[in-house]
T-cell receptor
Framework: GENVEQHPSTLSVQEGDSAVIKCTYS??????FPWYKQELGKGPQLIID?????GEKKDQRIAVTLNKTAKHFSLHITETQPEDSAVYFC???????????FGKGTMLLVSP | DVKVTQSSRYLVKRTGEKVFLECVQD?????MFWYRQDPGLGLRLIYF???????EKGDIPEGYSVSREKKERFSLILESASTNQTSMYLC???????????FGEGSRLTVL
């Protein structure tokens, strides 16, 4: 089955800096890669996703890049703000399956 | 807005008790999931269901069972709770295999 590795497990940045979280996946057939943000006391919420026919996608201060050859994808957050502090999960979905395989999560702390 | 509601946010049970965790979604989604979240281990799939009365084992089904008698409701059952089942449990739903996964806010279970 699919295996998703996520790094780093924790990331501390100063407000205004950029943050990058990286994930690798094992199944070359996987074609959907979402990123979820989980704030304290809440369930994860989708913030951005990318499909395998696209190399990059942006939404305001967040972007995701996908390298299918290397089987890795990354989340980029620019101009970080304290409200970006949360746990972020990457995931991958293989065609024909309704389930997502998640990475182990990255705790991002943005200090004012 | 899609809403996934988990009826109990916090539960404390004793070893050997039978535990029911209830989840209801209001968007007529076909697929529903139960995940377990533990620090350092990320989100691990326990069971999922793609239709009423249908269920499939996920990655860690041992010690759990599920019930889906109605499309909107998916229950997780711990027949005999053990201390190693102390965890955060997250319910999720999605309409199709290519759609966004929506999570509930989680049920934190402590087994003493």
């Amino acid at each position: 089955g699919e295996n998703v590795e996520q790094h780093p497990s924790t990331l501390s940045v100063q407000e205004g800096d950029s943050a990058v979280i990286k994930c690798t996946y094992s199944d070359s057939a996987s074609n959907y890669f979402p990123w979820y943000k989980q704030e304290l006391g809440k369930g994860p919420q989708l913030i951005i996703d990318i499909r395998s026919n696209v190399g990059e996608k942006k939404d305001q201060r967040i972007a995701v890049t996908l390298n299918k050859t290397a089987k890795h994808f990354s989340l980029h957050i620019t101009e970080t703000q304290p409200e970006d502090s949360a746990v972020y999960f990457c995931a991958a979905r293989t065609p024909g399956y309704s389930t997502l395989t998640f990475g182990k999560g990255t705790m991002l702390l943005v200090s004012p | 807005d899609v809403k996934v509601t988990q009826s109990s946010r916090y539960l404390v049970k004793r070893t050997g008790e039978k535990v029911f965790l209830e989840c209801v979604q209001d968007m007529d989604h076909e697929n529903m999931f139960w995940y377990r979240q533990d620090p350092g281990l990320g989100l691990r799939l326990i069971y999922f269901s793609y239709d009423v009365k249908m269920k499939e084992k996920g990655d860690i089904p041992e010690g759990y069972s599920v019930s889906r008698e109605k499309k909107e409701r998916f229950s997780l059952i711990l027949e005999s709770a053990s201390t190693n089942q102390t965890s955060m449990y997250l319910c999720a739903s999605v309409q199709s295999i290519n759609g966004e996964l929506f999570f509930g806010e989680g049920s934190r279970l402590t087994v003493l």
